[in-house]
């Protein structure tokens, strides 16, 4: 019982280190010739806060006396936008992320980056192998 579990422990380490980081991204996507490579025209971030709602809580106290206090929540959001260029059209993208839970994507401007396009979800590989989903805005010709 022990040898089958060795085999296991020897064949999951020799498969980490086989897969990078974007090979474990690959594995996501339906194919190879789903990816593209475009040059990233622009790529942009703006903060915004929006006010996530309060909440009241009162309570009596021992001399039937009501008070309550009410606290107030805001929430921080990033919203991404890239413009890309695969030499026939420009695409451009966009998406919001609450701050509390994002990991930023990393950029570089004017580099060639992968990137596929199923329906309105414009996938892009970042710098560092991620994939960052974002909603097609618009796409146009370029000319």
């Not at 085999?7 to 090979?23: G, K, N, Q, R, T």
């Not at 950029?107 to 097609?136: I, P, Q, Y």
């Amino acid at each position: 019982m022990k040898l089958p579990l060795r085999i296991a422990l020897l064949f999951a380490f020799a498969l980490s280190l086989s897969v990078s980081p974007f090979a474990a991204h690959a594995w996501n996507k339906t194919s190879d010739a789903d990816w593209q490579s475009a040059k990233l025209l622009s790529f942009g971030m703006e903060h915004w806060i929006s006010n996530g709602g309060s909440q009241t809580n009162g309570h009596v106290d021992g001399n039937g006396n009501y008070s309550s206090t009410t606290t107030e929540s805001t929430w921080g959001h990033n919203t991404y936008h890239v413009v890309l260029d695969d030499g026939k059209m420009l695409y451009f993208a966009e998406r919001t992320l609450s701050f509390r839970w994002q990991r930023d994507p990393h950029f570089t401007e004017n580099a060639m980056v992968r990137f596929s396009l199923k329906k309105d979800t414009l996938t892009v590989v970042d710098d560092s192998g991620r994939e960052f989903k974002m909603k097609l805005v618009k796409r146009r010709i370029k000319e």
